[in-house]
């Protein structure tokens, strides 16, 4: 039976137990216990052992996930960067090099840049919103592609078909971090892509409540090697986690619908603003990339970035103006927050490089939430008096 997206949202892991027993629970229970007896030594009871191996909340979760992605596996890690630094261990070794996108999420490009590299893992960064700038850094030593898209907080898009082409004639593997658009939007695994991330701590839990990562991918033999580093290595999500990113996830869709509904109205609002110098979001026509986002993704997202006409001082102002948007990092959730990349999330970007990417100290980026449309529109209208 093929269902719709909320369907499987709701209903995919958590299909009632009706064995001798059991008691039906139509939500799954938190399976707070670390080990599980058996009946005899030899026999496992239901596949469970011991909890970092395998629990039944967080494979509940996991199923779910897959679903959502149309993919054959799901794993849930601890936070997003536990999902992506198993994905690196599992799949690479010393020697190994890897192309990322140069405006990846910045505690990926940490993972890569100064840990991974201590064990012999090197990144080459290129402008990935050119497809050939990917091709041209791939080397006898490259074994994996690392994109976003879009990207924070620029909002670049990559070609996610056109790189897993690549990716395929050179017999690399492609990773896509979907955090931004959830599965909701986009699939990078329906796109040629091997591999795809989550933060679920943005949309896919979508409550600011709950750090968690995942993983989904069709590939029986990257799927192996990432389980038994899922338990070897031990960065799982622990049962309440998996419970409250369960119940999340079954509201993804109306969600991300109400998300973009807000982004949109807010976006058509600053862009005809006289005080806003740009607007960047992938869902309006002004973006130049908004052919090739219509082409990939059946929806926008609910996250965009605007330049206020004035100094940091002006933008640090509007914000401590806003009443309903909280100034705080992160995004995803139903709340809607604002920052300002050069001093929060992108600090740690040297100026001159942040400057020609083009975070600039007034750019502000907004995860609009999914309160009500006018009561967001008018809380800028009076932040920009
Ligand atoms: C937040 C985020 C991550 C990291 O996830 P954590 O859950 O914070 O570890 C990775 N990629 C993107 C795009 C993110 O926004």
């Known amino acids: ?202 949309y896919i839990g979508g409550h600011s409540d709950a750090l968690g990562g995942a993983v989904t991918l069709n590939d029986d033999n990257y799927y192996q090697k990432l389980a038994y580093n899922q338990n070897a290595v031990g960065a799982v999500l622990s049962p309440f986690d998996s419970y409250l990113t369960l119940r999340g996830a079954k509201t993804l869709a109306v969600r991300m619908e109400q998300h973009q509904k807000n982004a949109l109205a807010l976006a058509d609002f600053l862009s005809s603003s006289q005080k806003i110098k740009r607007v960047i979001y992938p869902g309006l026509k002004s973006h130049p990339q908004y052919a090739l986002s219509k082409s990939q993704t059946s929806g926008f997202g609910g996250v965009l970035s605007f330049e206020l006409d004035g100094t940091l001082q002006d933008a640090e102002k509007f914000l401590s103006k806003l009443k309903l948007f909280s100034t705080a990092e992160s995004l995803g959730g139903v709340e809607s927050l604002v920052e300002i990349p050069s001093i929060m999330t992108h600090a740690s970007v040297p100026k001159e490089v942040r400057e020609k990417n083009g975070i600039t100290d007034t750019l502000i980026r907004v995860s609009v939430g999914i309160e009500e449309t006018d009561d967001l529109i008018n809380d800028f209208k009076l932040a920009l008096l």
């Open 1 to 202: 039976m093929v269902s719709g997206f909320s369907t499987k949202a709701i209903h995919n892991g958590e299909e009632p137990d009706f064995r001798e027993g059991a008691s039906g629970d139509v939500a799954v229970p938190i399976h707070l216990s670390t080990t599980f007896a058996r009946i005899n030594a030899a026999n496992p009871t239901a596949g469970y052992e011991y909890t970092r191996s395998s629990n039944p909340t967080r494979k509940a979760l996991e199923q779910k996930l897959a679903a959502l992605d149309d993919a054959k596996y799901g794993l849930a890690f601890s936070s997003g960067l536990a999902a992506a630094s198993t994905v690196i261990l599992s799949l690479l070794k010393a020697g190994d090099h890897v192309v990322g996108f140069d405006d990846l999420y910045g505690g990926t490009r940490r993972l890569l840049s100064n840990v991974f590299i201590n064990f012999g893992i090197s990144t080459s960064y290129v402008d990935a919103t050119v497809t050939e700038n990917v091709e041209k850094a791939i080397k006898p030593t490259t074994k994996l592609i690392w994109i976003e898209s879009p990207t924070n907080p620029l909002l670049k898009i990559a070609d996610i078909s056109a790189i897993a082409k690549i990716a395929k004639k050179h017999g690399l593997i492609l990773v896509v971090d979907n955090t931004f658009l959830s599965p909701y939007f986009q699939k990078p695994l329906s796109l040629g892509a091997d591999i795809t991330v989550y933060s679920t701590t943005k």
